[in-house]
């Protein structure tokens, strides 16, 4: 694969006091809707219709390109942790209903339909 020489850009490429240009303007607004997706805690404050300079336009694509970057973080933070078993806890509340159901077998009042078996009588339907 060849190597492809960029030449450094001029000093003059970047003035933070220039005016935004259409180009800049049209970035921020997309970075405007990327954000809009954020959840709320990550999001600035800023109004993108008062940018108008470079300068300011710089300052916001890195705030909205650093609030990306930390959501993404704290998401993959998230889904990596530890999750916390509850195998134990469900098998104790099983256990406890099947205690309970063994407790009340003998308390329950009989059915007609206990009884007619009992009595020798079944019911047909």
């Known amino acids: 694969m060849t190597l492809i020489h960029v030449p450094r850009p001029p000093k003059s490429a970047y003035d933070p006091d220039r005016p935004i240009s259409s180009l800049l303007k049209a970035q921020v607004e997309h970075l405007r809707e990327a954000e809009s997706k954020l959840p709320l805690r990550y999001r600035s404050e800023r109004y993108i219709k008062a940018i108008q300079t470079e300068g300011e336009a ?68």
């Open 58 to 125: 710089a300052e916001y694509i890195r705030e909205v390109t650093e609030a990306i970057h930390d959501a993404h973080e704290d998401a993959e933070r998230a889904r990596r942790a530890p999750k916390r078993k509850r195998g134990l806890e469900i098998a104790a509340v099983a256990d406890e209903r099947a205690e309970r159901k063994r407790a009340n077998r003998g308390t329950r009042k009989p059915t007609a339909n206990s009884r007619a078996k009992t009595s020798g009588k079944t019911r047909k339907k």
